[in-house]
């Protein structure tokens, strides 16, 4: 029988991808046999990004480009198809937050979230799928989150973007679906990164962070997720195990979404 999950022979691009949430993901890519491209908004983070995964044993490609501009992503991934191939999987992690209650956030700070947490997926995603259906199969991850359900005080435009980005998602899933591209999401629960470092902070006197307690109650599972805990996750969906599976945003949340919450 043949190894469904295997990414033997594939091209995967996870973006934004020197650490945290997509450098767990692309390591487990790279783990089941794709080759795997990268990219971050520095070269100090693509340096970094490239040592870290030799030292887990992947041999790995690193650009620079920021995803919020098209010029840049175009030629990134013309680059990358003359370099090591036609992208097969598509990653968008690449992502931003700014916390800052809704009546105090500029227009400004609030299309920026926009701009990189949902028009940079479309971008990255309209580049690639060109050649995947040329090839006649892609695969496309976009990186969700509560979010995409939820609201909560000072989110308002990364859960715009996040909820957007569920129906891009389901759009594209509708729109190239008849090409063998599957498209799906997967929805982190709160997960361990420099991304929510802000929310974990002990107190002065050594405490959790009200925060961090709040998520613990929260979760059915009584823990913060790691990055690993989406590592299998990314897997199925980036392989022929999930080839009927269109549209579907996978929420990886040690149960957030099914629960009340606890009773007083
Ligand atoms: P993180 O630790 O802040 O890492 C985000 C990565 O995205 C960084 O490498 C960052 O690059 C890169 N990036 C940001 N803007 C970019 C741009 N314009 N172009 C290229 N790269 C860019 O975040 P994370 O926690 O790993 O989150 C990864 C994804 O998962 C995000 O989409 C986030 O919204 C989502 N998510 C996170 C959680 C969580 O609990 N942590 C839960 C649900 C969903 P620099 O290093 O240069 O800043
Ligand atoms: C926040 C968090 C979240 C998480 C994640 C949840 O401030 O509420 O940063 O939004 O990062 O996206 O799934």
Not at 39 to 49: H, S
Not at 67 to 92: A, C, P, R, Y
Not at 108 to 128: H, T
Request: charged share 20%.
């Amino acid at each position: 029988m043949t190894n469904q999950f295997s990414l033997e022979g594939k091209v995967a691009l996870i973006t934004g991808a020197s650490y945290g949430i997509g450098f767990s993901i692309a390591s487990a890519l790279g783990k089941a046999g794709a080759k795997i491209v990268f990219n971050d908004l520095k070269q100090e983070f693509v340096d970094k990004g490239v040592a870290a995964y030799k030292e887990i044993g992947l041999e790995v490609n690193g650009y620079v480009c920021d995803v919020t501009n098209e010029d840049q992503v175009n030629s990134m991934v013309k680059q990358i198809e003359k370099e090591v191939g036609v992208i097969d999987i598509l990653v968008n992690n690449a992502g931003i937050i700014k916390r800052i209650p809704m009546i105090e956030m500029s227009a400004d700070e609030f299309r920026q979230v926009i701009d990189v947490d949902l028009n940079a997926p479309f971008i990255v995603a309209k580049a690639v799928i060109p050649n995947m259906i040329k090839k006649g199969a892609g695969k496309i991850i976009n990186i969700c989150s509560m979010m995409s359900e939820l609201g909560r005080e000072t989110v308002s435009a990364y859960a715009a973007a996040k909820g957007g980005l569920k129906m891009l998602t389901r759009n594209i899933a509708s729109e190239y679906g008849e090409y063998n591209i599957q498209c799906n999401g997967i929805g982190p629960g709160y997960i361990a990164t420099p991304q929510t470092a802000p929310l974990r902070e002990k107190q002065a006197d050594g405490s959790r962070h009200p925060f961090d307690s709040f998520i613990i109650a929260k979760t059915p599972a009584a823990r913060w997720g790691n990055p690993e805990d989406l590592a299998g996750p990314a897997v199925f969906l980036a392989s022929e195990a999930s080839n009927f599976v269109n549209g579907h945003v996978l929420y990886v949340d040690g149960g957030i979404l099914a629960y009340i919450g606890k009773q007083p």
